[in-house]
């Protein structure tokens, strides 16, 4: 979509640190990071959240997953701990209307009871 900030990163007409790439998924470090690892998965084909990809786009999700999945076995995050977060909606404090993942890690996170 041409008006999407995460469309113009994968088309590389705005800049980002990459993590990791495939031919269906990116990613990258957030900007505004809220955690020492806070990284965004997304996926290369355009939706507005994950609720609208698994109708546009089911098998995305499971690409996306299987990309945070690769990038946490290579780097070890799975223990001691990584949580995945996609908001959807203004109440949910989606800022970003391209479907993402926020990876985060590094470090003992706070909230979901921790
Ligand atoms: P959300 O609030 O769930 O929509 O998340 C959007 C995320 O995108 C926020 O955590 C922002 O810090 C992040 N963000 C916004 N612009 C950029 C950018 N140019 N590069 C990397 N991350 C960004
Ligand atoms: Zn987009």
Redesign the pocket.
């Known amino acids: ?1 041409s008006d ?1 900030l ?2 113009k990163i994968i088309q590389g007409d705005i800049p980002s640190k990459k993590v990791f790439e495939n031919d269906k998924v990116l990613a990258f470090h957030d900007i505004n990071p809220l955690a020492k690892i806070h990284l965004l998965f997304i996926h290369k084909e ?1 939706s507005k959240n994950v609720v609208e990809m698994s109708q546009t786009n089911p098998k995305a999700i499971s690409e996306v997953f299987q990309g945070i999945s690769e990038y946490c076995r290579d780097n070890n995050l799975a223990e001691p701990g990584v949580r995945v977060v996609t908001n959807v909606g203004r109440d949910a404090g989606q800022t970003v209307f ?1 479907t993402h993942f926020h990876v985060l890690s590094g470090e003992q996170l706070k909230g979901f009871g921790a």
């Open positions: 979509m999407c995460f469309c355009h391209h």
